[in-house]
């Protein structure tokens, strides 16, 4: 199946920097791709959509100005935790969109793991 | 308002057994629907999907079956494997609605095989 990587795969950081994460689709090129954010125990949650090119939609309480995502190519899409805080500590997960054949599938990264101090 | 539902947190199964783990809904927009496996730490691996047009869809041990009129949908692994042992996320899609292919996530089921 297709692959999706991300970048990296844990990150500790201090209380008020800021955090990027990657996430690249290897062998396929993805118009369009989601970053989630998964709490323990919990569901995923859908953060944002992010369309090649275009501006991300942010789901309702997701702050825009403080998970900046950015999709440049079309098998690269990055989400910028800005002025991360201890509570931004979370399991965040991207997928990327593989049309093939008429079938829609999301496959997913392995996640990174924010610790935020 | 749960529009996925995965009503069994957790279930236990021997080994060599079949597994059955059940998925209602609520949404008559979703058309295309989605069995993803997860495993602690790690992003979640797509297993098997459906479409609303069919009603059973099969890939080596892993069958889904939906039935429409109820709402529901469930995935069949025969025979279980101690590897199957996992997290089996349902999800749910409005696609050929005209959404953007968002997935919409049950809860999650906790799969256990006993050697």
């Known amino acids: 199946g297709a692959v999706v990587s991300q970048h990296p795969s844990w990150v500790i950081c201090k209380s008020g920097t800021s955090v990027k994460i990657e996430c690249r689709s290897l062998?396929?090129?993805?118009?369009?791709m989601f970053w989630y954010r998964q709490f323990p125990k919990q569901s995923l949650m859908l953060m944002a959509t992010?369309?090649?090119?275009?501006?991300?939609?942010?789901e309702q309480g997701v702050e825009k100005d403080k998970f900046l995502i950015n999709h440049a190519s079309l098998t690269l899409s990055t989400l910028t935790v800005t002025s991360a805080h201890p509570e931004d500590s979370s399991f965040y997960i991207c997928?990327?969109?593989?049309?093939?054949?008429?079938?829609?599938?999301?496959?997913f990264g392995p996640g990174t793991r924010l610790t935020v101090l | 308002d749960q529009q996925v539902k995965q009503n069994s947190p957790s279930l236990s199964v021997q080994e060599g057994r079949i597994s059955i783990l059940n998925c209602d809904y609520t949404?008559?927009?979703?058309?295309?629907f989605l069995w993803y496996k997860k495993y602690p730490a790690e992003g979640p691996t797509f297993l098997i999907s459906?479409?609303?047009?069919?009603d059973k869809n099969e890939d080596g041990r892993f069958t889904v079956f939906l039935n429409k009129s109820a709402k529901h949908l469930s995935l069949h692994i025969v025979p279980s494997q101690p590897g199957d042992s996992a997290v089996y996320f349902c999800?749910?899609?409005?696609?050929?609605?005209?959404?953007?292919?968002?997935?919409?996530f049950g809860k999650g089921t906790k799969l256990s095989v006993k050697p």
């Open positions: 997928s990327a969109r593989d049309m093939v054949a008429g079938l829609d599938t999301q496959y």
């Open positions: 062998d396929f090129q993805a118009t369009t």
């Open positions: 992010s369309n090649e090119g275009s501006k991300a939609t942010y």
């Open positions: 949404n008559s927009m979703f058309d295309y």
């Open positions: 459906i479409s609303s047009i069919k």
């Open positions: 999800a749910a899609s409005a696609h050929y609605g005209g959404s953007q292919g968002n997935l919409i």
